[in-house]
């Protein structure tokens, strides 16, 4: 067995006590996310919050102002929901982060108590989503052998409703718990999915599917009981709208918003009114719109990105915000217009960073920031290239992109096709030709970055997390001559071995996005796999890869590292006891500091 060499992690990655003590603290400082609460008592919430230093579920009675955390476990805890009395907590129990597991219970108002698995006859798997009535409990798992959803009433052994090969999740329950969402690609591809709702006995009520390459989203039945419309998502001109499907009628309506960009949605309490989450060039803002007469009255919230946003029952709005220079707050903008903090935990807060600038290199997006009083002229730049790929960057803070900041380098996100956003065409230009279309559109910002004087074209840095990652080891073996330096997060390395590895609904993806399996489209797949252009990177990389990654599994890593060590390249690996990145702190800061020191050490 090879052995690699390992990252160096420093105690301090700043001379100066003050800018270690900033850095550290964008971190540590204590976030919450948006709360969740019960449906018929509002005053019982679930949120997550970091502030143990590590991910877990925290349980709010709103009434008392009371707070407790509920999960205590090494590798953090990121997924719960609340029983619509606000007597039950379920929560997701995997094993150190590697998303396999079952969904377990324990009361709202007691501490410290363990927790029991929330339906009897339901095997551990990758969890496809839950919904919790009063009376019934839906559970929807994955594994290699499919998709499978569980319905138990009142308590009793799980009978399975739903199931087949291929990809799906449990999407929705209607609020008298006589309908189920269900979110298939039985038609071959997961990435635009049909909808199927059935009854809690599992005989079929209704049908949508918009045909090949247009995808379907469930969001939500109406909040009123007896009114089983559905809100869905969907993309028939080519962006995300909206449109209200009445299930028994099997009749829809389009709803004809005139913003630009995408748009997406939830239920006013009343199910008279939409709250609607706009995006447009990575920034957001909210609405209301009015079903009867159209109305589309904007919300006061400031510009920057708005991570969840939700309806109280008083009709208050709750969400969470951020701007690329503003830390993250959860808000609450009440009924008379007033807008205020709704949590804060109790600590320091973060230090404010670097606003971000809009630049356009031909249809590509991308957003630049340069250190605060940085001299003019070309600086050492990191690329920094979001995961997904089905994902965006967004003008929402980020303790990781400070610290680039704080230690003297410009940096780069680019938006390339793939991304969300921007329309479907742009999201899926991708198909049949993944990681080189991409970086053909980093290349182009690039370009502009060099020629603009914003970069030192002998100190750019390729960096990226999961998606990012695997675009990051494909740039340094296929564009060596534009990279210095590469830092790659839990990556696909070798796309062959990841692919026999990963979870299955990955795998659903990956035939999708390629065409076909590793056996069908072998030469796609070896085209678009780094271990391919190995032998072709120049520069000094460092990888970092979760033990207990079901996403980018660690075989086909160490195959790449394998190769690199053979042909005596430079390289770093940085190996921790998780998934697919982690959920504690400290962890989080160790990485980091390595990844600077590294790029640090080798520019």
């Known amino acids: 067995m090879t052995t690699h060499p390992t990252a160096d992690v420093p105690a301090q990655l700043f001379a100066d006590p003050a800018a270690e003590e900033r850095w550290r603290s964008r971190f540590t400082a204590p976030r919450v996310t948006l709360p969740d609460w019960a449906d ?36 953090g805890t990121s997924h719960a929901t609340l029983s619509p009395d606000g007597e039950t907590i379920w929560w997701f129990s995997d094993t150190d982060g590697d998303e396999f597991g079952i969904w377990v219970t324990e009361p709202f108002a007691e501490s410290g108590g363990s927790a029991e698995p929330g339906v009897d006859g339901v095997h551990a798997g990758y969890s496809a989503g839950l919904a919790v009535g009063h009376d019934l409990v839906a559970v929807a798992t994955s594994t290699d052998d499919g998709t499978v959803v569980h319905v138990s009433r009142s308590g009793g052994p799980a009978e399975v409703v739903y199931e087949h090969r291929n990809d799906a999740g449990l999407a929705a329950l209607s609020k008298d718990e006589t309908l189920l969402a269900v979110a298939h690609s039985e038609h071959g591809d997961n990435r635009h999915l049909a909808l199927r709702v059935i009854t809690p006995t599992g005989d079929k009520v209704a049908e949508k599917w918009d045909g090949p390459d247009k995808g379907l989203d469930a969001i939500a039945f109406s909040p009123v009981r007896g009114d089983n419309r559905l809100l869905v998502g969907h993309e028939r001109r080519g962006r995300e709208e909206l449109l209200i499907w009445d299930v028994a009628a099997d009749t829809e309506t389009e709803l004809h918003i005139d913003l630009p960009g995408e748009i997406s949605a939830d239920w006013y309490p009343e199910a008279d009114a939409l709250l609607i989450v706009h995006t447009f060039r990575v920034r957001n803002t909210l609405h209301r719109y009015d079903l009867k007469t159209g109305t589309l009255t904007t919300l006061g919230t400031p510009r920057g990105t708005v991570g969840s946003a939700s309806v109280r029952p008083d009709g208050a709005v709750e969400y969470s915000w951020s701007s690329a220079a503003r830390p993250g707050v959860v808000r609450v903008l009440d009924t008379d217009g007033d807008e205020r903090v709704l949590l804060a935990p109790a600590g320091h807060t973060p230090p404010p960073s670097v606003g971000l600038e809009d630049v356009f290199v ?77 970086l053909e559109d980093v290349a182009a910002v690039h370009d502009w970055a060099v020629a603009e004087g914003f970069a030192d074209p002998a100190k750019c840095v390729v960096d990226g997390a999961s998606w990012g990652g695997y675009l990051t080891l494909l740039a340094l073996g296929t564009q060596p001559e534009r990279w210095a330096a590469g830092v790659a997060g839990v990556p696909v390395a070798d796309y062959v071995a990841a692919y026999e590895d990963e979870m299955e609904p990955l795998r659903a993806f990956d035939r999708a996005l390629f065409g076909g399996s590793p056996e069908e489209v072998p030469d796609l797949y070896r085209e678009a796999s780094p271990l391919t252009y190995v032998d072709d990177v120049r520069v000094p990389v460092l990888v970092l890869a979760g033990e207990n990654d079901p996403r980018c599994p660690i075989r086909q890593i160490d195959n790449y590292l394998d190769r690199l060590a053979a042909r005596g390249a430079r390289y770093e690996v940085y190996r921790y006891d998780a998934g697919h990145g982690s959920l504690v702190v400290a962890e989080t800061i160790r990485q980091t500091a390595a990844e600077v020191a590294f790029v640090g050490r080798v520019l």
Do not use: C
């Open 40 to 75: 018929d008592a509002p005053d019982r919430s679930l949120y997550l919050s970091n502030s143990s230093g590590v991910w877990e579920i925290y349980a709010w009675d709103r009434a008392s102002d009371s707070h407790r955390k509920v999960t205590d476990r090494p590798n």
């Open 362 to 438: 031909g249809d590509v997006h991308a957003l630049v920031a340069r250190p605060e009083n940085a001299p003019a002229g070309p600086l050492p730049t990191v690329f920094l290239l979001h995961g997904g790929p089905h994902a965006a960057d967004e003008d929402r803070f980020s303790a990781y992109r400070a610290v680039w900041l704080d230690a003297g380098y410009a940096v780069v996100h680019v938006n390339y096709r793939g991304s969300t956003g921007y329309g479907s065409a742009w999201r899926d230009a991708t198909t049949g030709r993944p990681g080189t279309t991409e």
